[in-house]
């Protein structure tokens, strides 16, 4: 069973009862999952915490990796429970109320308190992703409101709801929000996804949050509001990451704007140093197909080839028929795209992203310079934060970037980063032993062998845990030997 992988780009899948059962979960860590997201729309917190158990096991278990992606649900605006899906037509009127939770004729339920205050009319409403496209035509301001439909479909149970010219009164992190990064920080997960974000405040909340509950969690930034979008040079700087969130930025701003924007930001955050992932009907058509089609990957290449770390698979592995599958196939294009295009590598090579400390960024900057120029197999990153392996990863080299730390919790945090892959050493002594060590486990794990130019990095002296400010050339040789 290989379950180590040296594809670059990173796979999010979610969670859900399509891969339950562990055996399902291991064959997507084999197929190439390397993030697993947690969906807090949807299922309590026992269920979540199984699925997470579950990863940490397999990660105990075969020495893998696998980070945790906790997904909270922000003020998302449902419709409530339905007995029967509702059937309507263009030139009907329904009414939704804040105030029922069960629907009554035309009167539907939704789960959004202030609706009514926050709309006026003529506000355009889309229900569902836009399948249902509604304008205000009434208000009481109080608990109803009034849509006429302006194209119509069928409207299931708890669709989604969007509001794309209204501001809405609702704050961003939410009291179920509040409630479940408890969860996140009793379990350390690595990676908090922070939905409907507006301002980079929304991020400097939830990262103060954690910090007086002693957590760990790195946050990351949702764009799916055009608020996010006016302040998303803040946004970045504020966060850990980033997540290109198509599903609702796609019906809150118009669609045909979506792939300029996804560039844009995707452009912004590898200059950054910030990890950015591309989620939402990325290979839609696998929840029901073995095959996805062909601009489905296109889609997966193409946010390859923009500088994507991590495209994310939603419904495709939570609800789909094959989620396998689906992995798999995704992890063969990036692959294929990796193998063949060079213009994917050594970028960002002339720029130190905003707010890094100089020194340290110019360190990095060089080493993936010299593994350039030498053809080098690998850069070797002694790491305590992380900080290291990330900075390199912003440069996209060609030659793996292998991280060595003692944090254990770092390990699985860096599985999301473009191009890294993370080992556990804690014998940091000196430079020259350290650098002997690691490369003796690279060699036993078939990683490097005789004749490769391998370049190491790391802070000196070693056991202070400072910034990288050290990069040493060696070549592997026979025996455990290594040429400098």
């Known amino acids: 069973m290989k379950l180590f992988h040296l594809r670059r ?45 579950m990863v940490r096991e397999i990660n105990q278990k075969y020495n893998t990796n696998i980070a945790i992606l906790q997904d909270l649900q922000g003020p998302k605006i449902r419709i409530g429970d339905l007995k029967e899906p509702l059937k309507i037509k263009a030139g009907q009127t329904i009414t939704l109320r804040s105030d029922i939770t069960e629907p009554d004729g035309k009167t539907l339920p939704i789960q959004y308190d202030t609706f009514a205050q926050d709309v006026e009319v003529g506000d355009p409403i889309l229900i569902d992703d836009g399948k249902v496209e509604c304008v205000v035509a009434e208000t009481n301001k109080k608990n109803r409101v009034t849509l006429k439909i302006i194209s119509g479909d069928v409207i299931n149970s708890r669709k989604g709801v969007n509001l794309p010219q209204t501001k809405i009164s609702a704050p961003t992190i939410t009291e179920k929000d509040f409630k479940d990064m408890d969860f996140a920080i009793e379990n350390n997960v690595e990676w908090v996804a922070l939905s409907f974000v507006r301002t980079a405040d929304d991020i400097r909340l939830l990262k103060e949050l954690i910090r007086l ?8 930034a949702k764009i799916e509001k055009p608020e996010a979008l006016v302040n998303i040079d803040e946004i970045i700087h504020a966060s850990d990451g980033i997540m290109v969130a198509r599903g609702d930025l796609g ?11 996804q560039k ?32 489905e990957a296109n889609d ?30 995704m992890s063969r294009i990036l692959l294929s795209v990796e193998k063949e295009d060079d213009s994917i590598y050594y970028r960002n090579m002339n720029s130190i992203p905003t707010g890094a400390e100089p020194l340290s960024s110019s360190v990095i900057t060089t080493a993936c310079t010299l593994a350039r120029d030498t053809s080098a197999k690998a850069i070797l990153g002694m790491t305590h934060s992380g900080y290291t392996a990330i900075k ?20 699985n945090m860096l599985n999301l980063i473009w191009g890294v ?43 202070e845990h400072g910034l990288t400010n050290m990069i040493k050339i060696s070549r592997v040789r026979e025996k455990g030997h290594v040429r400098n």
């Open 9 to 53: 780009t990173k796979i999010v899948a979610t969670l859900g009862p399509a891969c339950a059962d562990k055996k399902t979960l291991l064959s997507m860590v084999e197929a190439g999952l390397d993030v697993a997201r947690l969906n807090f729309s949807h299922s309590d917190h026992e269920v979540h915490r199984k699925s997470l158990q």
């Open 251 to 261: 019906v809150e701003i118009p669609m045909e704007e979506v792939p300029a924007w």
């Open 300 to 329: 997966v290449a193409n946010a390859l080839v923009d500088g994507a770390d991590a495209v994310m698979l939603s419904g495709e592995t939570s609800v789909g028929k094959y989620p396998v599958q689906v992995v798999s196939s």
């Open 213 to 220: 509950k002693n957590g760990t969690s790195n946050v990351i």
């Open 264 to 295: 844009r930001i995707i452009k912004k955050c590898n200059a950054a140093g910030k990890p950015v992932i591309v989620a939402t009907q990325v290979m839609e058509s696998m929840i029901e197909n073995a095959r996805p089609t062909r601009a």
């Open 392 to 411: 390199l990863s912003r440069c996209r080299p060609k030659a793996q970037i292998y991280a060595f730390t003692s944090n254990r919790p770092v390990l």
């Open 421 to 463: 892959r993370a080992f556990f050493y804690d014998g940091f002594v000196s430079t020259d032993d350290t650098i002997q060590d690691v490369h003796e486990i690279l060699k036993e794990k078939d990683l490097v062998s005789a004749g490769d130019v391998l370049i190491n990095t790391g802070s000196m002296p070693m056991h």
